[in-house]
């Protein structure tokens, strides 16, 4: 009888992680207790309404805020506590970041807000690499001003994965698209996940984009009130907007 394949290691992994913010009326709990590994390969989405906790988890998940309580791993190696030092190296050589707005430098092409960020990094790709994985190398000159909303935020993709990271963190990437361009972006971010083997975590409050994941997370008052597990995520052109 064949052994059984293995689970390989999370490449993070939280236990316990709490976040709570103090008030004026009283501590705000942002997170509870929360239990969570994320796999190399694997494409997340997280839902919940406004103040479940979304945001303040992919923070977590980024090195851009501690948590009050509990443990969070990268690759075995313990972040709850670590210096600033550490902190930093990770988000910059490990963690790709793509906001809801596109933060780009107006003053420079796309090919150059894409390489700018590769300077950071320890074993970077091309930036026009990056940007034919997005499918802009048509567009590589062009200014911020020249591109249209999703084609920017294609830019952003591109820009955090010029670094190679482990993990791709996407806070509401369609949030200021309409419909046909979202599904744009979302295919691109599908494509680079499934290329790359890269860690993607997407939160929004769009309930349809969780068709697209292998994992849809549920959050609910600072915890993950349910998890749903696709067998087949779909192409983001099928999906309802």
């Known amino acids: 009888m064949a052994a059984p394949e293995e689970t390989p290691p999370p ?6 992680v709490g976040k709570t913010y103090p008030s004026p009326g009283g501590d705000v709990h942002a997170l509870r207790a929360v239990d969570l590994d994320l796999f190399a390969g694997e494409l997340v989405v997280m839902l919940g309404p406004s103040g479940s906790g979304k945001s303040t988890l992919l923070h977590v998940l980024g090195g851009l805020d501690a948590p009050s309580r509990g443990i969070v791993r990268f690759r075995g190696r313990e972040l709850s506590f670590a210096d600033a030092g550490r902190i930093t190296a990770y988000r910059r050589t490990q963690v790709g970041f793509v906001f809801q707005f596109y933060h780009l430098i107006p ?36 200014f911020p ?18 670094k190679r990271p ?20 979302l295919q691109a971010l599908q494509r680079i996940h ?26 609910h008052d600072g915890a993950i009130a349910r998890e749903l597990r696709n067998t087949t995520p779909a192409d983001p052109a099928t999906i309802g907007w």
């Open 145 to 162: 001003a020249q591109l249209s909303g999703g084609e920017q935020q294609r830019v952003a993709i591109a820009r955090a994965i010029v």
């Open 107 to 142: 003053s420079l092409t796309a090919r150059e807000n894409v390489a700018l960020a590769a300077d950071v990094a320890k074993a970077p790709m091309a930036a026009d690499e990056a940007l034919a994985l997005v499918g802009l190398t048509p567009r590589a000159d062009h």
């Open 11 to 16: 490449v993070l992994s939280l236990r316990g």
């Open 166 to 185: 482990a993990v791709l963190l996407c806070d509401e990437p369609t949030g200021a698209l309409d419909a046909a361009t979202g599904r744009t972006v």
């Open 194 to 219: 499934r290329q790359l083997g890269i860690v993607t975590v997407l939160i929004t409050h769009n309930a349809a984009i969780g068709a697209m994941a292998d994992r849809v997370l549920h959050l």
